[in-house]
């Protein structure tokens, strides 16, 4: 008998489940191919919807920054961590972002716990889709405000809660702009006039919208014309934007209190000033140009057409993140495990990731993929749905 018996029970039961995730190693920088466990595979796993990750401008200007600013800040931003760098990059994502204001911090999870929690109090009523990403659920947990689950994506649910549920204080909505998983798109223009009917905060959590969504990758907002409508956008800079942190961008109140309140800006260091300029230089390079978004576009409706013709079931989505519908969380791993032996690299997503019989391989398409390569998929895919009998 061990104290740690019950964890190493745990464990037993989920390879049992097939839920053990067996962590792969990446020996290369992230690109549309990279070195897994020894072996040059196709990546259709990471977020580096725009090739940011390794990219030689971000590269230039991280290397600067540690020339100019050192390797790290070694203070919470509140007390000597703010670098010109971190207000930089906050005018700028405004800018980019047409807002009033951005308050950055060390990761998109760590946003939501800086909002959540701090603008909600016990008087206050939380609105969250039920397919909410986790970190927003993590941040509702923080909160004292009662949280009322509605539908997904079902805007007569939402209102029908919004109108029944009392509510001494704010009511907040809060949902992803896109949806991680299943990469449907929130209705944002139906839940910001709903909102709006009731005098309601709106929040879209938009880390899979950054970069992909929008004129230039501007985000779901934007996407939808309500640019400035949207109360409280969350952004994450480790997606689209290929390095690591997390902001949120809204009207100068609530960033104003956010920097004086908000426990990660608080009580956890500064991201430090390589990573700050790397992510500097995205924007930059956005601002200038939509063209790695428009060909991130062209290379997602290259791969879907070919899968749907092929009679893949690709769920809901409607942006690069290609859900290809399985079902089983046996098949899906052995789909995963035998595309790895055609050097496509593609995970399995399954319960609690997504729920149980919606198993799936989760397809990340980034404008680093040439056709050629999205060909060596869709080839993969066929051969290897046809053994598996997915197709
Ligand atoms: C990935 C993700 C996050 C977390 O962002 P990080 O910067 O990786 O911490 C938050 N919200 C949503 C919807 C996400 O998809």
Redesign the pocket.
């Known amino acids: 008998m061990s104290k740690l018996d019950f964890l190493n029970a745990e464990i037993q039961s989920l390879k049992e489940q097939g839920l053990f995730i067996n962590i792969r190693t990446i020996e290369s920088a992230v690109g549309a191919w990279i070195q897994v466990d020894g072996k040059r595979v196709l990546n259709l796993c990471t977020n580096n919807y725009l090739g940011f990750a390794n990219h030689p401008k971000l590269k230039e200007a991280a290397k600067a920054a540690i020339d100019q600013y050192g390797v790290g800040p070694a203070a919470v931003r509140s007390i000597a961590g703010t670098q010109s760098l971190h207000r930089e990059l906050e005018r700028k994502l405004a800018a980019f972002k047409g807002v009033e204001d951005v308050i950055s911090v060390q990761?998109?999870?760590?946003a939501?716990q800086a909002v959540i929690p701090t603008i909600t109090t016990a008087e206050d009523v939380i609105f969250s889709d039920e397919l909410n990403?986790a970190?927003?659920i993590d941040g509702t947990r923080l909160a004292k405000a009662k949280v009322v689950r509605y539908k997904h994506n079902d805007v007569a649910d939402l209102e029908a809660k919004l109108k029944s549920e009392p509510v001494t204080r704010n009511r907040l909505i809060i949902t992803?702009g896109v949806f991680?998983m299943d990469g449907d798109v929130a209705p944002m223009k139906d839940i910001v006039e709903v909102a709006e009917k009731y005098n309601a905060l709106t929040m879209a959590?938009d880390?899979?919208g950054e970069g992909v969504l929008g004129r230039a990758g501007r985000g779901v907002a934007e996407h939808f014309g309500l640019a400035g409508r949207v109360d409280i956008e969350?952004g994450?800079?480790?997606?689209a934007f290929g390095v690591?942190?997390?902001y949120v961008a809204g009207k100068k109140a609530i960033v104003e209190y956010l920097r004086q309140r908000a426990r990660p800006f608080l009580f956890s260091s500064a991201v430090t000033p390589a990573d700050i300029a790397a992510c500097i230089a995205a924007v930059d390079i956005l601002a200038a140009s939509g063209a790695l978004v428009e060909k991130l576009w062209a290379n997602t409706k290259y791969f879907k057409d070919k899968m749907k013709a092929l009679g893949f079931d690709l769920g809901q989505s409607v942006t690069p993140i290609t859900p290809v519908m399985i079902g089983d969380t046996h098949k899906a791993r052995a789909f995963s495990q035998k595309l790895f032996e055609h050097n496509i690299f593609t995970m399995a997503i399954g319960f609690p990731t997504v729920p149980k019989g919606k198993e799936r391989l989760r397809v990340m398409i980034s404008a680093t993929h040439s056709t050629e390569d999205l060909d060596l998929a869709v080839q993969a895919f066929e051969k290897v749905g046809k053994e598996v009998g997915v197709i």
């Open positions: 990761s998109g999870l760590l939501n990403h970190s927003i992803d991680s959590d880390a899979h969350i994450t800079l480790s997606k690591v942190g997390g």
